[in-house]
C-alpha cells in the first residue's frame, strides 16, 4: 500500500512526537497501604512490597491487597532491620517467598503462609542459588581494604570465592564515590548469577551456581551523562540530613568524590530470558531501558517510570519486570500516596 504525501507527514510526525514524548506508563492503583517502601518485586500475578519489617501481597488482577505480615523480632515472622547498610530484601526461591533480614532467611509461599526459617551471617544480603547463596556486603579486596563484593556462599554460609569487587570501600579511608555504580538489582535468574560490573563500563557479566564465569555483555559505545550541578547540590544535601551521616557530615563532606559522568547502567532485571538495562538516560522524566535477549543481542528500547534511589545507598528498588510487564512505585507527593505505574515493554 503506497502512501500519499499527507499521510507519509503524518507519519513522519507521528515518529518524532514519540521519540521527544515518549510515551507515559499507564497508572493501575494506589497502594493506600504503603508509607514509605523499600523493595517490589513480582512472581506469579503478585506483588510483593517490602516496607521496613513488612510485607504487603497484592493482585497484580486487581490490585486488592491479599496480605500484610512482618513485624519487628526475633522470632518467626519476624525480622531485625540492619542498623547500617542495606535493608532487608526480597527474592524469590522454587516458587517460596524468601525474606533476608539481618540475621537468617525465612521462607514463604506466595500468598504469605509462613514455611521455616535459617540463620545466616549479619549485615549481607543473601540470594539463595541452586545448593547455595551469593551474598552482596562486606569482603576484603586485593589491597587490605574492606569493599562491597559479591561472594559465593557453600549451604553453611561460609565464603567461597569474589565474583566482583565494587568500588565502594568501608571503615578505614572510606570514600563516597557518586554517583554509584549498580547494586540495587536481583542478580538471579534461573540459578544463573548476573553482575554489573559497573567500574569496565557497559558491562554485564553472567556466571554459573559455581561462580564460573560464562560470558560478558559488553557494549563499547555508549552515551556519556555528565554530572550536573544540581544533582551535587542534592546528594551534599541528601549526605547532610540522612540520620546517619547528619551528625558528621563535616568531617566527610570532603570525602565525597563526585564523579564526572553517571554510570552507565543503573539497573538491571532478568526475566522470561530477556535482560532489561535501565540507563541514566532520561527523557520527559522517564529512564531508557534497554532490552535484550539473555546473551545480549539488542532488541529495542523504550523509556519507563522509575523513582529515583537515594545517592548512597543499595535501596529503594521500587521497580520489577514480570512476563514483559514492567511495574514501578512513584511516590504522587501531592496526594502523598504510591501510586503503581504499569507498561507492556516486551
Known amino acids: 500500500m503506497k502512501l500519499n504525501l499527507k499521510s507519509k507527514m503524518f507519519l513522519l510526525l507521528f515518529l518524532i512526537i514519540a521519540f521527544i514524548f515518549p510515551l507515559q506508563a499507564e497508572k493501575v492503583a494506589t497502594l493506600n497501604e504503603v508509607i514509605k517502601p523499600d523493595m517490589v518485586q513480582a512472581k ?14 497484592y493482585s497484580l488482577k486487581d490490585f486488592s491487597l491479599q496480605k500484610k505480615f512482618g513485624r519487628e523480632g526475633e522470632g518467626p515472622r519476624e525480622f531485625r532491620v540492619r542498623p547500617f547498610g542495606p535493608p532487608m530484601a526480597l527474592s524469590f526461591y522454587s516458587d517460596n517467598l524468601v525474606v533476608n533480614s539481618n540475621n537468617k532467611l525465612s521462607y514463604f509461599k506466595l500468598n504469605g503462609d509462613y514455611i521455616n526459617e535459617e540463620k545466616a551471617p549479619p549485615h549481607t544480603v543473601f540470594y539463595r542459588v541452586k545448593d547455595g547463596y551469593l551474598g552482596i556486603g562486606a569482603a576484603i579486596g586485593e589491597d587490605d581494604r574492606s569493599y562491597i563484593c559479591f561472594r559465593l556462599f557453600d549451604p553453611e554460609f561460609q565464603p567461597l570465592k569474589v ?28 540459578d544463573k548469577i548476573f553482575i ?15 561462580g564460573n564465569k560464562l560470558y560478558s555483555i559488553k557494549k563499547n559505545k555508549y552515551d556519556k551523562i555528565k554530572v550536573t550541578e544540581a544533582y551535587k547540590q542534592r546528594t551534599l544535601n541528601w549526605f547532610e540530613n540522612h540520620p546517619n551521616f547528619r551528625a558528621i557530615f563535616p568531617e566527610i563532606k570532603s570525602r565525597i568524590i563526585f564523579k564526572d559522568y553517571f554510570p552507565v547502567i543503573k539497573n538491571i532485571a532478568v526475566d522470561n530470558d530477556m535482560m532489561y538495562v535501565i ?3 532520561v527523557k520527559q522524566g522517564q529512564w531508557e531501558c534497554i532490552i535484550m535477549d539473555i546473551k545480549g543481542k539488542e532488541l529495542k ?24 510487564k514492567y511495574y514501578a512505585l512513584i511516590e504522587n507527593e501531592d496526594e502523598e500516596t504510591w501510586d503503581l505505574h504499569m ?4
Do not use: W
Request: hydrophobic residues 35%.
Open 163 to 190: 565474583l566482583y569487587q565494587s568500588e565502594i570501600t568501608l571503615r578505614q579511608g572510606i570514600e563516597f564515590k557518586v554517583p554509584m555504580n549498580a547494586l540495587n538489582y536481583y542478580p538471579i535468574y534461573k
Open 301 to 324: 528500547r523504550v523509556f519507563v517510570p522509575l523513582q529515583d534511589s537515594e545517592p548512597y545507598t543499595y535501596y529503594p528498588l521500587l521497580c520489577t519486570i514480570e512476563k514483559g
Open 44 to 57: 506469579n500475578g503478585k506483588l510483593f512490597v517490602l516496607e521496613r519489617t513488612t510485607i504487603f501481597i
Open 279 to 281: 540507563t541514566h538516560n
Open 196 to 210: 554489573v560490573e559497573g567500574k569496565m563500563g557497559f558491562v554485564i557479566s553472567c556466571f554459573d551456581h559455581r
Open 343 to 346: 507498561k507492556v515493554i516486551k
